[in-house]
């Protein structure tokens, strides 16, 4: 029961803590075929099931819709922005897609690997039809973020906010699973997957012309130890990055970063404290010569989220209202939304390399990373490994 634990304390951490397309190639997806098609010189990709059935699997709405600033009066106003937000059928990315979509002032690229779950998430969230495009991603797959950043590139938007926000726990699992790609599923989807999109996509945002562009990678409270909710076992840890080195694939390297035996619930940590080190590489790296904004977050304990799916039944009957009424720490998906939506929009966090967190007046402030989680040297190998790994070095 260990691996539930670290999820039932963030609260008190919390407190402890801070001091204050296009598709191009055919690909599988849901036992159905990707194929691209040619209309109104935009290219279409179509979904087309085993029953013959087609449905259109990328949502490009009008080509570059406010790509230019407008003018209205005689005054010069600020274009739309275009956020790329990953895993938006769901919990935290769904209610910051909502949240962003609402002010009218972003269109939402809804990055997921489930077509018609993000369109009917979309729609019963009530998003308004033209303030969100959906494109498919599956962050399992090298080819198919590649793919994905070849499709955005086609529909013609600029890039002004990438939200790395797709993730998976799998705490129950006895043995691990693998991405297309051969390495261990939650590291390949949380961490590589995202840092492949993130090093594509950079280009782009470096050719926004934007006020504020943003990097934002999603980190979480779980994988670092500076917390009360990080230290209990199965311990984040990277070790001396042997596992990933040696290519995660559980045949002739562990399946874990640091080369122990698998753990599925220390899987996931791991991945964060790799979002969270990356963010600060990407920092060292391009804020200077790019102005980028790079950035991290602890949303809060959002006890409701799928994220929990693969936990034993009891464990999601009992974690929300612990979390409400005991820790006192839960946050609903609305409100991580409006935090999320924050660090995506808010003209007073542009400050880059930071981890932000919230207190329980759900006031924001820039909050201290582990040590692991802050280790410089470290960050730097995890990314050299990492660059080998989906194929950039
Ligand atoms: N919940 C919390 O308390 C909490 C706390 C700290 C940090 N976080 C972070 O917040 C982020 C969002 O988590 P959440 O709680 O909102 O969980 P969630 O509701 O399960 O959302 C995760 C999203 O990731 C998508 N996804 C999973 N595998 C994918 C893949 N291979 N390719 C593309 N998309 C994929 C899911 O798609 P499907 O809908 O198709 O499954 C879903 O849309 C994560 O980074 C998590 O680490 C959450």
């Known amino acids: 029961m260990a691996l539930q634990a670290s999820f039932l304390l963030p609260a008190l951490s919390a407190r402890k803590e801070g001091k204050v397309s296009n598709v191009v190639k055919e690909s599988a997806f849901l036992g159905a075929s990707l194929r691209e098609q040619h209309k109104s010189g935009l290219l279409v990709p179509v979904l087309r099931t085993q029953r013959g059935l087609v449905v259109k699997a990328v949502s490009v709405a ?18 739309q922005g275009v956020v790329v937000i990953t895993g938006a059928s769901s919990g935290l990315g769904l209610a910051t897609a909502k949240a962003l979509a609402e002010t009218g002032k972003w ?3 809804m990055a997921c690997r489930d077509f018609l779950k993000a369109e009917t998430a979309a729609k019963s969230a009530g998003m308004a039809k033209g303030s969100y495009s959906i494109m498919h991603l599956d962050l399992a797959s090298l080819d198919s973020v590649r793919q994905f950043v070849h499709g955005f590139r086609q529909s013609g938007r600029p890039l002004d906010v990438l939200v790395c926000n797709a993730a998976i726990y799998r705490p129950t699992a006895r043995t691990p699973t ?3 790609d051969g390495y261990e599923m939650s590291v390949g989807v949380n961490h590589l997957g995202h840092f492949l999109l993130a090093n594509l996509l950079l280009e ?4 926004s012309d934007y006020p504020s562009r943003r990097l934002i990678i999603l980190g979480s409270i779980t994988g670092n130890s500076n917390t009360l909710a990080g230290n209990v076992p199965p311990k984040a840890g990277l070790g001396d990055l042997r596992g990933l080195a040696g290519g995660l694939s559980g045949m002739t390297s562990s399946a874990m970063i640091d080369g122990g035996d698998f753990d599925g619930a220390k ?8 979002n969270m080190l990356t963010m600060q590489e990407f920092h ?4 200077e010569e790019t102005g980028i904004t790079f950035a991290s977050l602890y949303p809060g304990c959002i006890a409701t989220t799928g994220l929990f799916r693969e936990h034993i039944p009891l464990f999601r009957l009992l974690f929300p209202p612990f979390q409400k009424f005991i820790t006192k720490g839960f946050v609903s998906e609305e409100e991580s939304g409006k935090r999320l939506a924050k660090v995506v929009s808010d003209p007073s966090l542009t400050k880059s390399g930071v981890y932000w967190s919230w207190n329980k007046d759900s006031a924001c402030f820039e909050n201290q990373l582990s040590q692991e989680a802050s280790d410089s040297a470290k960050a730097q190998k995890l990314w050299e490994i990492s660059a080998k790994l989906v194929g950039l070095a």
């Open 178 to 180: 693998y991405t297309a």
């Open 204 to 207: 782009d945002l470096k050719k």
């Open 107 to 109: 269109h939402v690229v």
């Open 62 to 79: 009008e080509p570059a819709q406010g790509v230019r600033e407008a003018s209205l009066q005689g005054k010069k106003v600020l274009r």
């Open 284 to 287: 060292k790296r391009f804020h």
């Open 267 to 274: 899987a996931y940590k791991d991945s964060k404290i790799c």
